[in-house]
């Protein structure tokens, strides 16, 4: 989950670049010769400190040493790379080096015939990296992309403020949040930031709930069914309501964007709020949105997302993803010796730094800087059941009908009765 996501979440997701962009003319045209001038267009949505300069200082490193390779660089904010990747895709011209985060949206974009099969390419080198990050990117046994981070979604906490309203432990139960959620409120605090307009950060919501009440299962069941019009899906969406008929939300989060200087992560940042459900980025992101430009620092705490009473869940049963790259289909020879040099240990240990990214390849664990970093690592080492965001693991379409679909749940406008009808109804065309 902008920076990415953050998804973001982050997720089939970017956002809003400067200026005109140019697609590599490569495909047949493209030289064989390795040494022969080589552009590589490459756009990523670590658009923002602490990414942003790590990956402008590896590209300049990578040219130093490819005096015939140019990089053309295109940071995006989130929704704005999600808008132009489509844009590119539906005219059959995609980037030669994109951000991806696998799964149904990669999928349908190798059923398209938009990226590379890069199986053989990477096969000397992709056995140092985690075999749980390569499942979004494996499609029928083929490589198609390689992540460079991996985490999952959970919820970040103040702990100056919840000091503040009394609360001496993080909640394990959903009942526990909701208690949470009320002392905070009668101490004067707000609650939760959200990100309302761009929808992705309330799905997350929705989906843990669905994966606590039904177990992990419950939401492949739905897809393969093509029915989400089940009774524990019903009741994840009654569950949310309860949340949401508490107000806990900053003002204005039905306007808000997740990483503008008003948005969910500036919330955090500045100490607006006392809670937010996001994935493994939240921290930095929360910084680099801060006006102080830190974030909360060690007042930041982390809990995976609770149990629900009655429940076939487990809070081992993880929902999350990772960044990563996929390559088009035109890309110059260069782009996978690019990759490559992105997901080096020491590569990975320098993005690991930033407190940005949960590295991929293994040797680079090490250098995981803060205590929240290392904890989620540890949720997700000890992971029993992993669910991709549902906007990147699912078709495009019915990952879209299910953000609408929850935004409209969370704005008051449709039952939890009445969303799943909707997303069923996409469901069952894709």
């Not at 499609?139 to 460079?148: A, C, E, H, L, R």
């Not at 959970?154 to 100056?160: A, E, H, I, P, R």
């Not at 909640?171 to 949040?177: F, L, N, Q, R, Y």
């Not at 989400?228 to 107000?247: I, N, S």
């Amino acid at each position: 989950m902008t920076t990415h996501l953050s998804r973001r979440t982050l997720l089939g997701l970017a956002g809003a670049g400067a200026g005109a962009f140019l697609l590599s003319a490569c495909g047949d045209d493209e030289p064989s010769d390795p040494n022969a001038p080589q552009t590589i267009n490459w756009w990523h949505i670590q658009n923002t400190e602490p990414m942003l300069p790590v990956w402008a200082a590896l590209a300049n490193e990578y040219k130093a040493a490819h005096s015939n390779v140019t990089l053309d660089i295109q940071p995006l904010e989130n929704e704005a790379f999600k808008a132009k990747l489509t844009t590119a895709t539906q005219a059959g011209d995609p980037p030669d080096l994109f951000q991806s985060w696998g799964g149904g949206v990669l999928k349908q974009q190798v059923d398209a015939g938009l990226v590379k099969d890069i199986t053989d390419d990477v096969k000397p080198w992709i056995g140092g990296l985690l075999p749980a990050a390569m499942e979004p990117y494996t499609i029928d046994d083929k490589i198609y992309g390689v992540p460079f981070d991996i985490g999952m979604v959970g919820f970040w906490y103040n702990k100056d403020l919840f000091a503040r309203a009394g609360i001496t432990a993080a909640p394990t139960t959903w009942a526990g949040v909701l208690d949470v959620v009320r002392q905070l409120k009668t101490a004067g605090i707000t609650p939760i930031a959200l990100a309302g307009k761009d929808k992705w950060p309330a799905h997350f919501y929705w989906s843990y709930l669905a994966m606590r009440i039904g177990g992990v299962g419950a939401l492949q069941k739905a897809v393969d069914d093509k029915n989400f019009d089940a009774p524990d899906l019903v009741a994840a969406g009654d569950r949310l309501k309860e949340l949401v008929d508490l107000q806990p939300f900053q003002k204005g989060f039905l306007g808000a964007a997740y990483g503008t200087p008003d948005g969910q992560a500036a919330t955090m940042g500045n100490g607006g709020a006392a809670m937010e459900l996001m994935g493994q980025w939240a921290p930095a992101v929360q910084a680099s949105s801060s006006t102080s430009k830190k974030g909360l620092g060690d007042k930041l705490g982390f809990f995976p997302f609770p149990t629900v009473e009655g429940g076939k869940g487990a809070t081992t049963e993880v929902f999350g993803g990772g960044n990563g790259f996929a390559i088009g289909k035109d890309a110059p020879a260069a782009t996978v010796d690019f990759l490559k040099f992105l997901l080096s240990a020491d590569n990975q240990r320098k993005s690991a730094q930033t407190g940005a990214v949960l590295p991929t390849v293994k040797e680079a664990a090490t250098a995981i800087p803060d205590a929240n970093g290392k904890l989620v690592a540890e949720t997700l080492a000890g992971y029993t059941g992993f669910q991709l965001y549902l906007d990147q693991a699912y078709a495009p379409a019915l990952g879209s009908q299910i953000n609408d679909s929850v935004a409209e749940l969370v704005a008051g406008n449709k039952s939890p009765a009445q969303i799943v009808k909707d997303i069923t109804q996409v469901a069952k065309t894709v």
